[in-house]
C-alpha cells in the first residue's frame, strides 16, 4: 500500500516512500519464495489464502482510487487514511507479547532485536515525515516509534527477572549416536 501512496499520480514528491517499499516488497518475494520451498502444505495453503485476500483488497483500493478519486489531494487522502491504519495494526500487534511481559515478568517470548528495530524504523520514517511535513507518515510512525520505545523498556525492566531455561537449551532435542563399524 505504501508504494501506492508513493507513486506521483497519489502523492507527488514521494519517491523514497516509494522506492524503500518497493525494495521491502522484493525482499518480501524472496521471503515467501523460502518459506513456500520449504512448508508444507498447510502452511502454504494458509499464506496462498492470506496472499489472494489482500491482492483482491489492493486491487479493489486501486480501482476505487483511479476511478473515482481524482486529484492528488483525495487520492493521498484516501489511501494515507489506509495506510495509517494498516501500519498502526503493525506496531500495535506486539501489544499482546507486552501484556504477557508485564503479566509474567519475564522478556523470554519478546525478542529484543525485533522491538529494537520496531524503535528504529519508527524513529528514522517520524524523522522523514518530519522534514517532509507529511502526516500520513508520521502519524503511525510516531506511535510506533512510541510503541518500539516501550518495548524497550519493559525489555530492560524485566531482563533480569527472565528465568533461563540454560538446561534445555544447551541440550539437543534430539540425540544422535555414532554408527559404529
Request: hydrophobic residues 50%; contains cysteine; aromatic residues 14%.
Amino acid at each position: 500500500m505504501w508504494v501506492f501512496y508513493g507513486m506521483p499520480f497519489v502523492h507527488p514528491d514521494s519517491l523514497l516512500v516509494a522506492t524503500i517499499n518497493g525494495v521491502g516488497f522484493f525482499i518480501e518475494i524472496a521471503y515467501l519464495t523460502i518459506f513456500f520451498t520449504f512448508s508444507d502444505w498447510p502452511k502454504r495453503r494458509k499464506i496462498l489464502i492470506a496472499l489472494f485476500i489482500e491482492t483482491i483488497f489492493f486491487c479493489v483500493v486501486v480501482a476505487i482510487t483511479m476511478v473515482f478519486l481524482h486529484g492528488t489531494k483525495t487520492r493521498s487522502l484516501f489511501i494515507g487514511i489506509l495506510c495509517i491504519i494498516f501500519n498502526i495494526l503493525m506496531y500495535a500487534s506486539p501489544l499482546t507479547v507486552m501484556k504477557r511481559v508485564i503479566k509474567t515478568k519475564s522478556v523470554k517470548f519478546m525478542p529484543f532485536y525485533l522491538s529494537l528495530a520496531n524503535l528504529l524504523n519508527g524513529a528514522v520514517w517520524s524523522v522523514y515525515a518530519s522534514v517532509k511535513l507529511d502526516l500520513n507518515v508520521l502519524i503511525p510512525n510516531g506511535l510506533g516509534t512510541l510503541s518500539g520505545l516501550v518495548q524497550v523498556v519493559l525489555y530492560a525492566t524485566y531482563y533480569r527477572s527472565t528465568k533461563r531455561d540454560d538446561d534445555v537449551s544447551t541440550q539437543p532435542a534430539v540425540e544422535l549416536q555414532r554408527p559404529t563399524a
